[in-house]
């Protein structure tokens, strides 16, 4: 299984970026993926989760009403649109992938979302 985020860079306070996550390795939808952060200096957090059967999804608190998790229609690809940027969302974004209710998650190599003026 792979793992592949992209879309992270630097953005002002206020600012959105959108992050992209493809998973491959597996011929058939995944059941779950997620996003998670590692802030400098700290551990890392959960951000927000989707299913790949009925597309239930949940966000984090912090993140709640800023952050939206999708998904492609068709490909193991999720998406985290982030508006509202506020420094401290300053992370590298992780991405988690389920292929299976079974298995444990697979990760990405992270990418690097900085907020700033």
């Known amino acids: 299984v792979k793992v592949v985020e992209s879309g992270g860079g630097l953005a002002q306070p206020g600012g959105s970026l959108r992050l992209s996550c493809e998973a491959s390795g597996f011929a058939y939808s995944f059941y779950a993926m997620s996003w998670y952060r590692q802030p400098p200096g700290k551990k890392r957090e959960y951000v927000a989760a989707?299913?790949?059967?009925?597309?239930?999804?949940d966000h984090a608190d912090s993140v709640r009403g800023r952050f939206t998790i999708s998904r492609h229609r068709v490909k193991n690809t999720i998406y985290l649109q982030m508006n509202s940027l506020k420094p401290e969302d300053t992370a590298v974004y992780y991405c988690?992938?389920?292929?299976?209710?079974?298995?444990?998650?697979?990760w990405g190599q992270g990418t690097q979302v900085t907020v700033s003026s």
């Open positions: 989707i299913t790949g059967g009925g597309g239930a999804i």
């Open positions: 988690s992938v389920r292929p299976r209710q079974a298995d444990g998650g697979f």
